[in-house]
């Protein structure tokens, strides 16, 4: 079966991270900003991995709240209420990848239903996607609030199910996290990791259908 909906990752997928590196640096310097934003993002995913296993849901801003006081401490970095406020706020003007602008742009032109799944709260995410212009291109935004479960939770996949109407085959999901991208493709989900990084294949099973370095070519991959 043909897909016929995308449903897409926001944070990292969509919208660049590295902007939050720029204003961490204006606030501890490029060298100490350059060892926690990545620490920042890799505590904050394991934090909404364990709340998810521990069935103690919170929701991502204040995942990322807390994975932000870790990666402060573990990297001897002292910010006051405010600069960590800052830091936090810095998710909601993230820029928008320019692939990725082209990818949604090229989904809607084929008459195509373009949406976000996230594990961030929908005032978050909704806020981001208009500060970034992307919001004009989509058609629908769903948050793992719904289900208070984080990705890669197959009811998490779900709510994309739901909402479009539409057998999870006939779904192309796009994640640039290999978790992420494992977790749908598991679900059943025609999935297109975009590795931007070049990062190794990841070993957990399944694997995506698709491993690409851009999504320029997203609606060709798809066959939209």
């Known amino acids: 079966m043909s897909v016929q909906a995308v449903v897409f990752d926001l944070f990292g997928t ?3 991270i590295a902007s939050v590196r720029r204003i961490a640096a204006t ?13 920042w993002r890799d505590k904050q ?12 849901y919170i929701d991502f801003d204040r995942v990322t709240a807390l994975a932000l006081d870790y990666s402060l401490a573990e990297i001897g970095a002292n910010l006051d209420a405010a ?3 800052t830091l936090c706020d810095g998710w909601l003007s993230l820029q928008p990848h320019p692939d ?15 949406a976000v799944l996230t594990n961030g709260t929908m005032a978050t995410a909704k806020r981001a996607l ?7 291109l989509l058609t629908d935004v769903w948050s793992v609030d719904e289900v208070r479960r984080f990705k ?8 994309a199910v739901r909402g479009l109407g539409l057998p999870k085959e006939r779904i192309g999901f796009v994640s640039s996290n290999g978790w992420d991208a494992t977790g749908a493709a598991a679900f059943g989900f025609e999935v297109v990791w975009c590795n931007r990084g070049g990062l190794p294949n990841e070993t957990l099973p399944p ?8 999504l320029e070519n997203l609606v060709e991959i798809l066959h939209l």
């Open 14 to 16: 969509l919208l660049d």
């Open 83 to 85: 600069a960590q406020r």
């Open 130 to 136: 208009a500060n970034s212009g992307l919001d004009s």
């Open 100 to 114: 990725a602008t082209l990818a949604l742009e090229a989904v809607r032109s084929r008459s195509k239903r373009a």
């Open 207 to 214: 694997r995506p259908a698709h491993i690409v370095t851009s």
């Open 45 to 56: 995913i394991a934090y909404s991995f364990a709340a998810s296993l521990m069935n103690r």
């Open 152 to 159: 890669p939770a197959p009811e998490v996949y779900e709510i």
């Open 27 to 39: 606030l501890i310097g490029e060298e100490k900003a350059g060892a926690l934003v990545p620490r």
